[in-house]
């Protein structure tokens, strides 16, 4: 019951990251090292190596990695994109193409509203799979869900 949701999650996502990161290219918009590393790992590799993993009996695993990644990627992108000034929030772009920035701040919205929803489902499966009974946990370990 999780694996699809959360494949679906992690498709779309990935999409709208790469759309994103054309909008930095776009407004030349550039990360340095350390930054670039968190969003290549945390935001791009984590989610569908989770994504994987809740199709193996490591599925347990494969949610909390969802859900960690998505969190992670909220807080990175919801600080940067709308709380810290910099170049890389959307009320202090460079200049560009109006429609690079109008690309930029709809991606930047799209992503933090995906990992909203995301963190969040995946805090749902975590926590019901954590109050199910004995015997639908035993069934989901069977099935690699746990």
């Known amino acids: 019951m999780t694996r699809i949701p959360i494949a679906v999650l992690v498709a779309v996502h990935l999409a709208v990251a790469i759309w994103h990161g054309n909008a930095h290219a776009a407004l030349v918009i550039a990360l340095p090292p350390e930054k670039n590393a968190f969003v290549l790992i ?13 199709w193996t009996r490591h599925a347990f695993l494969g949610v909390w990695l969802f859900f960690l ?3 992670g990627a909220l807080l990175f992108g919801a600080y940067h994109h709308f709380v810290m000034i910099s170049p890389d929030n959307i009320g202090h772009l460079p200049h560009g193409s109006a429609d690079a920035q109008s690309t930029f701040v709809t991606t930047a919205a799209a992503l933090a509203l995906l990992e909203l929803a995301s963190a969040l489902y995946g ?12 015997t639908l946990r035993g069934a989901a370990k069977a099935e690699g869900i746990e």
């Open 42 to 54: 945390v935001i791009v590799i984590a989610p569908i190596l989770a994504a994987s993993l809740i």
């Open 69 to 71: 990644s998505m969190l």
């Open 123 to 134: 805090a749902f499966c975590l926590g019901s799979l954590r109050r199910a009974p004995a």
